[in-house]
């Protein structure tokens, strides 16, 4: 059953499955309607009882190539970080299994929202990538939270350096359960949803919930001070607006290292 009120996502329902599909062309980007749809879907989902696993999946070209780089001016930017924060609050609190397919770009935020998911599919052609310290920025959510997947030396390669890698990587960095050619990302992600269809939507609820009580609690408080680092310190240095204003200028930056 397809949900037609939105216009930056593709929200379907076929219990037990729930499917979020970014749909922004070209390359997914995150804008703010984006956040506020998916926070919609993701309420609407957590309230359907039949609902027990969601999917987060893109386009061929681009599972999401990132959170709006505009929406990172000072008027806007704590408006951002509040809606698009909210989904990742919303993911941990939940009780439903997460899923992302991955295909195409999948960076920044967009990389956030399928390292955020319970199990991960990626093609093996796929870019992953966290770009914004080449922004003057830093991604608050992998900051908290990459270090548990994928550990303390790898997240900070990845953070601090902002280099690219494949689906294979990705998998072998354990960012992805498995990684496939883009052909094969489709079927694997039936046969993963065929096996979760047979299992108890309860006990899958349980065992999430159990799985994460730890993990959850300290990800609030890592991300309420993540945040506060953000928009307290990090935006207010010159660096940091000169990043976002050289992409959007399309030039490159001039660091002051102030």
């Given at each position: ?29 995150i804008d703010i ?80 929202v399928a390292m ?22 830093f991604p608050p ?118």
């Amino acid at each position: 059953m397809p949900h037609d009120s939105y216009s930056r996502i593709l929200y379907t329902f076929r219990p037990p499955v729930a499917q979020i599909t970014l749909n922004h062309p070209p390359v997914n980007v995150i804008d703010i309607p984006m956040m506020e749809e998916i926070g919609s879907a993701l309420a609407e989902a957590e309230s359907l009882a039949e609902i027990a696993v969601v999917v987060f999946s893109g386009s061929e070209r681009a599972f999401s190539a990132g959170v709006d780089i505009a929406a990172h001016t000072p008027e806007r930017i704590e408006e951002m970080l509040t809606k698009f924060h909210a989904i990742f609050r919303a993911m941990v609190s939940s009780r439903k299994v997460f899923v992302a397919a991955v295909r195409g770009n999948c960076q920044g935020g967009g990389a956030e929202v399928a390292m955020m998911c319970d199990l991960v599919i990626t093609s093996e052609s796929a870019t992953w990538k966290f770009p914004e310290i080449s922004l003057g920025c830093f991604p608050p959510v992998a900051a908290v939270a990459l270090a548990s997947v994928v550990g303390q030396k790898q997240a900070a390669d990845l953070i601090l350096t902002a280099r690219k890698m494949d689906g294979l990587e990705a998998r072998m960095m354990r960012l992805a359960n498995s990684a496939v050619p883009d052909h094969q990302v489709e079927e694997t992600l039936d046969q993963l949803l065929s096996r979760l269809r047979t299992l108890s939507p309860a006990a899958l609820a349980a065992a999430k919930k159990a799985m994460y009580a730890w993990d959850s609690m300290h990800f609030d408080k890592g991300l309420a001070r993540a945040e506060k680092i953000y928009l307290e310190e990090l935006m207010k240095t010159e660096d940091a607006r000169e990043g976002i204003q050289a992409f959007l200028e399309k030039r490159a930056p001039g660091w002051k290292g102030k």
